[in-house]
C-alpha cells in the first residue's frame, strides 16, 4: 500500500457527503478514514474497478448500503464536524498546550525545540531525496489504456 500521510482523503470524503459510492485505490488516505466493503470499495486493479462497478450496477440493495453507511461515515466530516474540531483546538487544544509549555522549564523547551527541528530536517530530507517520482516518460509504444471497453464481459 503506498503511504501518503501528506494527502487527505477529501475524494472519499466528498463521495459520502455527496451520496455517492466511492470506489478509489490502495492509498492509506482512504483506508485510513474508510473501511473498504462498508462505506467504500478499494480496488487493486482496472478490472476490479469495473468489476465493482458491474456489481453496483447490478446490485442496488449492495449500492444503497454501501451509500447508507458512507453517508453514516461522512456525518465526521461535515461543515458543521469541521468547524467544532476547529473551534476544539483552537479554544481548549492550543490554549492548554501553551500553558503546559509555558509551565516547561528551559532545559526541557530547548531540548524539545532542538528535537522538532531535526524531525523537520529529516523529513525535509526524506522527501526531497526519497519521495517517488510522479511522473515518468516511457519510449515506444503506449499500452492500451481502454483495452478493457473491447471486452464485453466485464460491463
Known amino acids: 500500500m503506498r503511504r501518503f500521510y501528506y494527502k487527505p482523503a477529501h475524494k472519499l470524503h466528498n463521495a459520502w457527503l455527496a451520496g455517492v459510492p466511492f470506489i478509489g485505490g490502495r492509498e492509506s488516505a482512504f483506508v485510513g478514514d474508510g473501511h473498504p466493503g462498508h462505506d467504500c470499495l478499494i480496488a487493486h486493479s482496472a478490472e476490479e ?9 447490478e446490485d442496488s440493495v449492495f449500492r444503497s448500503k ?13 461543515r458543521e464536524a469541521v468547524l467544532q474540531s476547529w473551534k476544539r483546538l483552537v479554544q481548549e487544544t492550543l490554549p492548554m498546550r501553551a500553558l503546559k509549555w509555558h509551565q516547561s522549564s528551559d532545559i526541557k523547551r530547548t531540548f524539545l525545540m532542538i528535537l522538532q527541528r531535526w524531525s523537520c530536517e529529516i523529513q525535509s530530507f526524506v522527501y526531497k531525496y526519497y519521495k517517488p517520482k510522479k511522473y515518468t516518460f516511457v519510449v515506444g509504444k503506449k499500452p492500451d489504456l481502454f483495452a478493457w471497453a473491447s471486452n464485453a464481459n466485464l460491463l
Do not use: I
Open 49 to 57: 474497478v469495473f468489476l465493482y462497478l458491474k456489481r453496483l450496477k
Open 66 to 78: 454501501l451509500v447508507e453507511y458512507g453517508s453514516q461515515s461522512g456525518v465526521a466530516f461535515t
